[in-house]
């Protein structure tokens, strides 16, 4: 005798597959009872397939970035081997070593910025997407990015252009380069948030991104044309996008904010979900909509400005990463998409920088040439293929 198995993923994830049935089906366990289940049973059983299958697929994206982590530490110009990496590990590395130098000072700090890199973008990509109901949301679709390179732009050209020295000559410069990226991110969000509010349209709202970023180049063109040589040359290689400028004492302030913003997106995980119910019914249940809204503005503003700020506008893998991970866990609970982003991303940058190592004659890529070209192609299939919103 074959019995009805209950289907996870149907509407509702409470009913059997087939049409027409009933909200009872028969025990599987022990058929000869006549007995069945309660609605609360099935719902328990649903709910226990769902986690099951999540646990799965997080172990998975975990295995296969750690996977890409080992293999990034064994990608550069300098050969050092996996039996050299663990030596490390375990302590006891020599330091007079010639690999040691390199792999302290250059190679782990680029794979730790990778991890950073990826797990920030992604999470803020997340929650814009979640903040303005918008599938195309994303730091660099809407202009976040741009925002956070023109205060980039300010600091580093803008000294310049007044007469004065280069800020980045000073023991702050790196200070700086964060405050003025977390301004500029902020502003930019801010102004897009409260357009959003009158204007619900997904194309009007991915327009004005490239509108505001078309604003912000024109104003930069202009710091460019007044700006030194030096400063010029260093601001082009910045905008290229690059994980190897970040040296460990840039890490000690780029850790402690990447986390902090990365804890906030995650103990927000409860309003997010309510969110996706629309504005009316998270305010009818009890959700203080302006303290959300201002958290995520806080939480955007900080991972999107800080990982700029250090490494140069780097694309559409804020984007990208969270509809991938939406589509693999098949829901929208933040308390899943929120650190399964943060695992995703960290994995794709880190794919993304192995490539970057492949240039011709050992020459390193731009960054953000490479997450281009693997995130475009999932941009166009998604405006193509003409895909409903997840929040609908």
């Given amino acids: 005798m074959v019995f009805p ?57 975990l295995l296969v970035s750690l996977g890409f982590l080992i293999a990034d530490l064994l990608t550069g ?129 991915l327009i004005l991104g490239v509108l505001i970023g078309a604003v912000v180049s024109a104003i930069v063109g202009l710091l460019q044309y007044l700006s030194q040589a030096s400063d010029l040359k260093l601001y082009v290689l910045w905008t290229m996008g690059s994980l190897r400028g970040v040296s460990p004492n840039d890490l000690r302030l780029l850790v402690p904010l990447i986390l902090a913003g ?32 201002i958290v995520i503005f806080v939480c955007v503003s900080l991972l999107a400005g800080s990982i700029t700020a250090f490494c140069g506008p780097i694309g559409f893998i804020g984007i990208a990463v969270p509809h991938i991970v939406r589509s693999i866990f098949r829901c929208s609970d933040h308390r899943w998409l929120v650190p399964a982003s943060i695992i995703a991303g960290a994995g794709v940058m880190l794919f993304s920088d192995m490539l970057s190592n492949f240039g011709p004659g050992n020459a390193v890529l731009p960054i953000n040439s490479i997450t281009s070209l693997v995130g475009i192609p999932f941009i166009l299939w998604l405006i193509l293929s003409k895909r409903k919103s997840f929040f609908q």
Avoid: C
């Fill in 5 to 61: 198995k209950v289907n996870p993923d149907s509407p509702g994830g409470d009913f059997p597959a087939w049409p027409g049935a009933t909200r009872n089906v028969w025990r599987a366990g022990k058929p000869e009872d006549g007995q069945k289940m309660s609605e609360n049973e099935i719902n328990a059983a649903n709910k226990m397939n769902k986690n099951g299958r999540s646990y799965l697929f997080f172990t998975l994206i």
């Fill in 77 to 205: 110009s300098t050969d050092i081997g996996f039996q050299n990496i663990m030596t490390w590990i375990s302590g006891k590395a020599d330091v007079q070593e010639s690999w040691y130098s390199a792999f302290k000072l250059f190679r782990l700090p680029r794979v730790i910025t990778a991890v950073l890199a990826g797990a920030a973008l992604s999470v803020s990509g997340l929650l814009m997407q979640t903040l303005f109901r918008n599938p195309l949301a994303g730091p660099y679709i809407l202009g976040i990015s741009s925002g956070a390179s023109l205060g980039v732009a300010m600091v580093v050209l803008g000294a310049g252009v007044v007469g004065g020295g280069s800020i980045l000559a000073s023991g702050a410069g790196s200070l700086w380069l964060v405050i003025a990226g977390a301004v500029g991110a902020g502003l930019i969000m801010l102004l897009i948030s409260l357009i959003s509010i009158r204007q619900k349209d997904i194309m009007t709202l």
């Fill in 262 to 293: 990365l804890v906030m997106a995650w103990i927000m995980s409860k309003h997010l979900n309510i969110l996706l119910l629309g504005e009316e019914n998270a305010r009818a249940m009890g959700t203080p909509i302006m303290i959300t809204r």
